[in-house]
Nanobody
């Protein structure tokens, strides 16, 4: 079992920055592709970014590419999402998720793939 705990959400003005953290339990953090998703009111949960078991392998949704950066620290069992140049449309509940995969799996871009989820943290961007 994996427990994920997110932190770092809050209220920020458009153009500002926020850094989300997700701490995972256990000693097998490196066996997971780690993703961030978000869900705005009335919308489906959407993919934001993934950091794969090889930390150099990342992928971003077009809507956040160039503004958000995902990273991971396997020694700390933590994945981060640095969000810069925030826009009101970034407002959502952000979820951390873990996908147990074989090495070099290049997917983990869909909600249905993930095995464990955090509780979510609210990010609100005001104009």
């Amino acid at each position: 079992q994996v427990q994920l705990v997110e932190s770092g959400g809050g209220l920020v003005q458009a153009g500002g920055s926020l850094r989300l953290s997700c701490a995972a339990s256990g000693r097998s953090f490196s066996n997971y592709n780690m993703g961030w998703f978000r869900q705005a009111p009335g919308k489906e949960r959407e993919f934001v970014a993934v950091s794969r078991r090889s930390a150099s392998s990342t992928y971003y949704a077009d809507s956040v590419k160039g503004r958000f950066t995902i990273s991971r620290d396997n020694a700390k069992n933590t994945v981060y999402l640095q969000m810069n140049s925030l826009k009101p449309e970034d407002t959502a509940v952000y979820y951390c998720a873990a996908d147990e995969v074989q090495p070099n799996y290049s997917g983990s871009r869909f909600t249905s793939e993930y095995d464990y989820w955090g509780q979510g943290t609210q990010v609100t961007v005001s104009s």
